[in-house]
């Protein structure tokens, strides 16, 4: 089992902003990474170190966290925005990694 | 361009090996760590295990899951990464991706391969 936890899905309007939380112990020792994930293809790195972007990704994504809980929010979702979010740390001992469940993203 | 290609996958009776080989190119391969993971069909994401660079020992870590029964390793001069897995199970069957690992203010993985399938299966 994870020790991070996600949502399993989430739907936002074309254009709104939308909030994916991920929940874990290691949250308070370490920042979250987020990963975008679409069918049959590798992950992408969306937000790392809590708000910080990749080259080439778009400013809509931003992250946040508050205790034990990392956010990515998407300001203005996108068609394009549909895909799986995976949030990723370190576990409690700062060996290992630990990914969230994932959270799969509807645009309508 | 920083390239990770994996290679090695293919169908696989349970109990027997495979090695799997992520070939880099486009930085310097020495300097990073690398990372293995793996998808099972309609599953998440799952880290296997990682190898640090020569200047942090070397050393390898692995997921509860796959401990005692795979192993990374690399060659830095062919600037490959191989994860050797033995005695596997049926569960072990997914997509394989290797991944770059960059520290900047966290440890993350910014280039991954496209990902190799592994099926175990009798």
């Known amino acids: 089992s994870s020790e991070l936890t996600q949502d399993p899905a989430v739907s936002v309007a074309l254009g709104q902003t939308v909030r994916i939380t991920c929940q874990g112990d290691?949250?308070?020792?370490?920042?979250a990474n987020w990963y975008q994930q679409k069918p049959g293809q590798a992950p992408v790195l969306v937000i790392y170190?809590?708000?910080n972007r990749p080259s080439g990704i778009p400013d809509r994504f931003s992250g946040s966290s508050s205790g034990n809980t990392a956010s990515l929010t998407i300001s203005g979702a996108q068609a394009e925005d549909e895909a799986d979010y995976y949030c990723n740390s370190r576990d409690s001992s700062g060996n290992h990694l630990v990914f969230g469940g994932g959270t799969k993203l509807t645009v309508l | 361009e920083v390239q990770l290609v994996e290679s090695g996958g293919g169908l696989v009776q349970p109990g027997r090996s495979l090695r799997l080989s992520c070939t880099a190119s486009g930085f310097t391969f020495g300097d990073y760590a690398m990372s293995w993971f793996r998808q099972a069909p309609g599953k998440g994401l799952e880290w296997v295990g990682f190898i640090r660079s020569k200047a942090h020992g070397g050393t390898t870590e692995y997921a509860a899951s796959v401990k005692g029964r795979f192993t990374i390793s690399s060659d830095d001069s062919k600037t490959i990464a191989y994860l050797q897995m033995n005695s596997l199970k049926t569960e072990d069957t997914a997509v394989y991706f290797c991944?770059?690992?960059?520290?900047?203010?966290?440890?993350?993985?910014?280039?991954w391969g496209q990902g190799t399938q592994v099926t175990v299966s009798s």
């Open positions: 290691s949250l308070g020792s370490y920042y």
């Open positions: 170190a809590k708000n």
């Open positions: 991944s770059r690992e960059k520290y900047s203010g966290t440890y993350l993985f910014d280039y």
